[in-house]
C-alpha cells in the first residue's frame, strides 16, 4: 500500500489550506459537508491524525472517528426526519476510494429516494442550509 501523501485534499481542509462547511469538530475528528453530495446532508468525518484508510489506520483513530460518525448519524436523522442513515467507507482505489485520507460518509436516506449519482458537484448555498440544520440538531 502507498504511503500516507501529507497534501491529499482532506489534509488540506484539516490544515484550513483550501475551504470547507464543516460541521462538527472535537481534539480528534471534524465533520464536513461533501461538496459532491448522494443525497441532501451528506457528509464526510475524519480523524485528524493521518491514515489512508481501514487498512492502515489504528484501533485509536477508528474508535475516535466512529464515534463521531455515530454522533453525526444521529444528527441527520433528527435535523432532516430521515427515516435512515447509509454509512459507506472506502479503501484504495479499486475498493472505489479517490481521497487517501480515512473517511466515513454519512448519508440521510429517505423511504423510495435512491443516492444521486456520484461526480455532481452540490449547490454551495444549499449544502451550506444543510450544514446549519446539522449544527443545529448537534446543539
Ligand atoms: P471516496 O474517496 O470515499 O470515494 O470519496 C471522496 C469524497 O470526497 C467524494 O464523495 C467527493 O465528493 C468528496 N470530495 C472530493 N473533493 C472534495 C473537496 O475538496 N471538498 C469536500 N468537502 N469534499 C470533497
Known amino acids: 500500500m502507498a504511503a500516507y501523501d501529507p497534501d491529499n485534499i482532506f489534509a488540506k481542509i484539516l490544515r484550513g489550506e ?66 435512515g442513515v447509509t454509512v459507506q467507507q472506502f479503501n484504495e482505489a479499486a475498493g472505489g476510494q479517490e481521497v487517501f485520507h480515512l473517511h466515513f460518509h454519512v448519508l440521510p436516506r429517505f423511504e423510495g429516494v435512491s443516492l444521486r449519482a456520484p461526480g455532481q458537484m452540490g449547490d454551495f448555498d444549499l449544502i451550506a442550509q444543510h450544514a446549519e440544520k446539522i449544527k443545529a440538531s448537534l446543539a
Open 18 to 83: 483550501i475551504p470547507s462547511t464543516r460541521v462538527y469538530e472535537d481534539d480528534d475528528t471534524l465533520a464536513f459537508m461533501d461538496i459532491m453530495p448522494r443525497s441532501d446532508g451528506h457528509l464526510l468525518v475524519i480523524p485528524k491524525t493521518p491514515c489512508r484508510n481501514l487498512l492502515d489506520a489504528t484501533p485509536e483513530q477508528l474508535a475516535v472517528v466512529m464515534s463521531t460518525t455515530q454522533k453525526l448519524a444521529k444528527a441527520v436523522v433528527k435535523a432532516f426526519n430521515a427515516d
